[in-house]
């Protein structure tokens, strides 16, 4: 038997990210914490991302797209691998995703990022 999620409940996980993310983390290592994302592995922060409304999937289900950052905030050296959203009010992280490819970031610089997509599949 297949197994089935209307969109509209995939749309309202995906607009809780939209409505709720505060800053945009780039981080060393994959964070599974609030704490993680905005200081262990905190390498910059972009404030206020902008995100797009939920829509169809690439391949299945709903996504998101996070739009690119061209100004994001470098503040301490390293290597960044992966890509925190959170909200930072309720210390909470909401999504985590690796980089399409690593980044070698120096204090005091600027980061970037081409947009990505955040995506809840459809269950199969």
């Known amino acids: ?20 993310c505060e800053n945009l983390y ?21 404030a206020t991302p902008s995100i797009g409304a939920p829509t169809n999937g690439d391949s299945s289900g709903r996504k998101i797209v996070v739009a690119a950052i061209t100004d994001g905030t470098v503040s301490a050296n390293g290597t960044a691998g992966f890509v925190a959203l959170t909200d930072d009010s309720a ?12 980044q070698v970031l120096t204090s005091g610089n600027t980061f ?10 459809d269950p199969a």
């Open 91 to 102: 210390s909470m992280l909401l999504a985590v995703q690796a980089l399409n490819a690593t």
């Open 1 to 20: 038997m297949a197994a089935f999620i209307h969109d509209t409940v995939l749309d309202q996980a995906l607009s809780y990210i939209d409505s709720n």
């Open 26 to 46: 780039i981080c060393s290592t994959q964070p599974t914490t609030f704490a993680e994302a905005s200081s262990t592995y905190k390498l910059g922060t972009k």
């Open 112 to 121: 970037t990022l081409t947009e990505f997509d955040i995506t809840i599949p």
